[in-house]
């Protein structure tokens, strides 16, 4: 007899079962509706935060996955160079690139935006990586906007403030500091000007190969 009698009793179990099922389905559908891109500001804060946790842990991870959110800044910098040069103002005042990235990108500031979105601390651990981080990001878009002049000036600039810190957080940076500063060149004409320069620094080759930097690879084959 409860054998007879289970079959209906296993029938609702079942709908049961699917009912769990596409609710389960619908929540996990309305999860994704709900996550929205990451604004410019925040995808730049982000980024940031990634420089400054790898320095303070010494985790060359957060300093790679930071570099790789460059493409990823790159493309949303249309339409958000105020935010950049929010970031630069508020973090960067008082350094010695200050004033030539801010005379770069325009000093065209948004005061309503940025403001309360960066983290509560200054950088003070990570600041010579934070300074090369959006140092580059300027460099980055004075090239996209094809003022090659200006992207010259700010990659020496850049190069220069590299030598003054022997810190191994700094070569993932450094290492596109180095290939973005071989770009502008190369695109005014002017790339055999730089051999010299690369030629005559054997730590950029040392610190190349031993940390395996395709970038700054690339610059080297290129320039010699």
């Not at 060149?185 to 190969?209: D, K, P, W």
Request: charged share 25%; aromatic share 6%; proline share 4%.
């Amino acid at each position: 007899m409860g054998k007879d009698a289970n079959p209906a009793q296993k029938g609702d179990l079942e709908k049961d079962k699917k009912g769990d099922k596409a609710d389960g389905v619908e929540k996990k559908e309305e999860k994704k509706v709900e996550k929205k891109p990451l604004t410019y500001s925040e995808e730049l804060a982000a980024t940031l935060e990634l420089v400054h946790t790898g320095v303070q842990q010494k985790n060359q991870r957060h300093l790679n996955r930071a570099v790789r959110n460059v493409a990823v800044l790159r493309k949303k910098l249309q339409g958000n160079v105020p935010v950049l040069a929010n970031y630069v103002q508020m973090v960067l005042s008082g350094t010695p690139n200050f004033a030539l990235l801010m005379d770069s990108i325009g000093g065209a500031m948004d005061t309503d935006m940025a403001l309360l979105e960066l983290p509560p601390h200054k950088y003070t651990e990570s600041m010579p990586e934070i300074e090369g981080m959006l140092g580059l990001l300027v460099a980055v878009h004075l090239i996209d906007s094809k003022a090659n002049d200006k992207a010259v000036s700010v990659c020496e600039a850049l190069v220069e403030r590299q030598k003054v810190y022997n810190r191994r957080t700094l070569d993932a940076i450094a290492a596109q500091i180095y290939f973005y500063f071989s770009r502008a060149y190369e695109l005014q004409g002017r790339l055999a000007e730089i051999r010299q320069y690369f030629h005559s620094r054997v730590y950029v080759h040392q610190t190349c190969v031993l940390c395996c930097q395709p970038f700054t690879f690339v610059c080297l084959c290129v320039c010699d």
